[in-house]
């Protein structure tokens, strides 16, 4: 049975590649960004949280911390923040491409959490 | 700084070229600051390649307002860094003994760096002809 934290990174890595795969269809029906996709897009951040507050409390008894795993976890949370800032006036087609590329970037961090942990 | 169109392609390469700016210097300045004997020239090129990420992030910003002069040179200049470090990481791998951003045309971010400054200048190529937003 893997641990909370690394159950919490698989359901965060699978809802990251739907968020990717949905903005990328949007994106290239050349649509403009939905509101329900900005709703996804946030909810995946409120699981990027939940999965560094379980990094956070298994850093007290887990093994030694490192930077790197520190490093991520601060990055996984701020991603998409700083993303959906950068397009909060602009619902063109592109600005969905930039939810695209962000929740494949934590994705891809989430994973590597993992094999840092 | 109120010409900067609303949107258009650069909001995506803005995006990749912030995210690679801290991802590369978060990575060089873990691994210079922890592991510096292992890999320095390495570890430097990373910190390299971060810097050339943040300049091409306010590069394609300037140029997404038209003023794409520092573009034109920034955007080769990065293509260099990726194709000379790539290049040397695969001829010299002994230079090489831990893996830099741009190792064999930056394998280890799914060659992304080797795209990035392509689609950066046919993107600028195109915001040349045209200055007009999407």
Known sequence: MPSVSTQITFIVVGYAVLVALLALVVALRKQERPGWLDQLAWMLEALLVVRALAGLGALGDGPPSTSTYVGYLIASVCVLPIAMQSIKDDRAVWSSAVIAVAAVAVGVVAVRLEMTA | ?134
């Open chain 2, 1 to 134: 700084m109120t010409d900067i169109p609303r949107s258009g392609p650069h909001k995506v390469l803005l995006a990749f070229y912030a995210l690679f700016t801290v991802a590369a210097g978060a990575r060089a300045l873990v691994q210079l600051t922890t592991q510096y004997d292992e890999a320095p020239v390495a570890y430097w090129l990373s910190l390299a390649a971060a810097v050339t990420y943040a300049l091409g992030w306010y590069a394609i910003r300037e140029a997404s307002a038209g003023r794409t002069a520092f573009a034109s040179v920034m955007l080769w200049v990065e293509l260099a860094g990726v194709l000379t470090v790539g290049t040397l990481s695969l001829v010299e791998p002994d230079w090489f003994p831990d893996a830099s951003v741009w190792s064999d045309f930056g394998i280890g971010y799914g060659f992304v760096p080797a795209v990035l400054p392509i689609a950066g200048l046919l993107w600028l190529r195109h915001q040349k002809r045209g200055p007009k937003p999407i």
